[in-house]
Each structure stands twice: as C-alpha cells, then as structure tokens.
C-alpha cells in the first residue's frame, strides 16, 4: 500500500465537495464571472470550490502549505496541496462539461516538490481519474469501483493520436513550425485542450499531447497520474514534473521525439 494512501482518501472527499458545489452552479443563469488582471475568467464557482477545498485541509492537514490558483499560497513546510478549482474555466462558464477540479499533494525531497498525489475529477463527464505515487493510476467512480489505467504502447510518430489545447499559444512563443510540422506527422490529431490530453494518455486512448505555457496547479496532479500509468511528464524543456512552465506528456516510447519536435 502507498504510503499516500490518507491523503489520496483525503484528496477523493475534498474532490467529492467540489464537485457538489460546481455542479451546483454548473449552467446557472445568473453565474457571477469576472476577469482576473492575466484577461482569463473567474467564476464564483471557482472560488467557492477553493474556498471549501481549503477549509477542508485547514481542518484535516493544518500543517501542510496550500497552493491554489484563486487565492494563492499559504503556509510552508516540505507537503504543500496544489488546487486548481476549476481547470477549464472557459468551458464551465460557456456551459461545455469539459472542465475538472485538480488536486494534488506535492512533497518535498531531492530536487524540490514533486507530486505524490493527483485527483483529476470532471463530474459534467462523470469521470474521475487519480493516482498516488507506487500505487498506480485509476479511473472510476470511486477508490472501491476503479480499473487501472495503462498508456498505450504505441511506438512510431506516423502512428500516434496527439492532443493540444490551441494554435496561438505555440505561434506566441515562436514554436508553431515545430508544432505544425508535428500534426502533419502523427496520424491524427485533436485540440481537446485542459486536463483531459493527459487523461487520456493515461489511460492509453491518446499517445502524445504537449502545452506551452502553464501554471503549477494546471499540471501537479496530471503529473503523478500519466507516470504511475506507465507514461512520461516532463517540460518541454526535457526537464521532469510540473515545473517548467510548459509540459510534454506521452506513453514514454514517444517522448524524446515529442520533445524533439517542440523542445527548446
């Protein structure tokens, strides 16, 4: 058994409360959306679902550090929880259910934080997937109703389903000859966009998916979920975990090509 297995419980009933209050005010006529200085969309949705997130860890973990996209970073100390209320912000104010609350438990050791820890639920899918570090990654309903996920043994480029979120980001960051010359060598492509690539590389149903610019609470806990599923995390700079401010996931047979492709 995982020596994470508390938190990982911890993490399923904090995501169990989320996703009561996002689905509460999922496709409410009266939602309260403000835009936030970077120009993205908040909703009071997103910050009640902080709020309850953290309410819940001063109680439970009081002396573990939060770090949460809404309100920033409190406490310090070698386990930090990192929360993204609500990842897909965009789509849950536009009313489309792709859109899941992120939570993972980071510690620390040789090298800084990595993740040990990562729930990824999307209660508008009804899906769920999570993973604790040398216990595996699992989807399901709950941690009693669960299959085990794999990635895909997929091994040539000409062969390989890649997933992205949008054309503009790589062409602001002046890597969009790389990303282009990428989508007209794999054998199919989709802009799926926010968590789900790498849900689905965990579970195997896509090979590759790659984002130029991210925060720490968008990739902590897809992190440990892609690599206890058999597959690779890293930045697009090679660099592994959720640190580079960009990430490259895949099956792990793909990745060094991947990042050749859209490396540094």
């Given at each position: 058994m995982s020596d994470y297995h508390d938190d990982l419980r911890l993490a399923h009933v904090l995501a169990d409360a989320a996703d009561a209050a996002t689905m509460d005010r999922f496709k409410a006529l009266d939602l309260k959306v403000e835009t936030k200085p970077d120009?993205?969309?908040v909703s009071e949705a997103d910050k009640a679902a902080e709020e309850l997130i953290r309410g819940q860890l001063q109680r439970a973990r009081p002396r573990d550090a939060v770090l949460g996209e809404e309100y920033g970073s409190e406490?310090?100390?070698p386990r930090r929880w990192v929360i993204d209320p609500i990842d897909g912000t965009k789509n849950y104010v536009r009313g489309v259910p792709v859109w899941a609350t992120l939570i993972s438990l980071m510690v620390h050791g040789p090298g800084g934080y990595h993740p040990v820890v990562g729930v990824v639920s999307a209660p508008a899918l009804g899906r769920r997937w999570w993973a604790?570090?040398?216990s595996g990654a699992y989807t399901g309903r709950s941690l009693s109703s669960a299959t085990r996920l794999q990635v895909s043994r997929v091994g040539r480029i000409e062969d390989a389903s890649f997933a992205?979120?949008?054309l503009s980001g790589w062409e602001e960051r002046g890597r969009l000859p790389g990303f282009?010359?990428?989508?007209r060598n794999c054998w199919r492509t989709r802009g799926y966009g926010d968590f789900w690539p790498y849900m689905m590389v965990a579970e195997g149903s896509v090979d590759i998916c790659a984002e130029p610019e991210l925060s720490l609470w968008?990739?902590?806990a897809n992190?440990?979920?892609v690599e206890e599923a058999g597959g690779r995390?890293?930045?697009l700079d090679g660099a592994p975990g959720p640190h580079s401010g960009n990430a490259a996931a895949s099956n792990g047979l793909l990745h060094d090509e991947l990042l050749r492709y859209l490396g540094s």
């Open positions: 120009m993205t969309p406490g310090a100390g604790a570090q040398g992205y979120s949008s282009l010359d990428l989508t968008d990739m902590a992190v440990v979920i995390f890293t930045g």
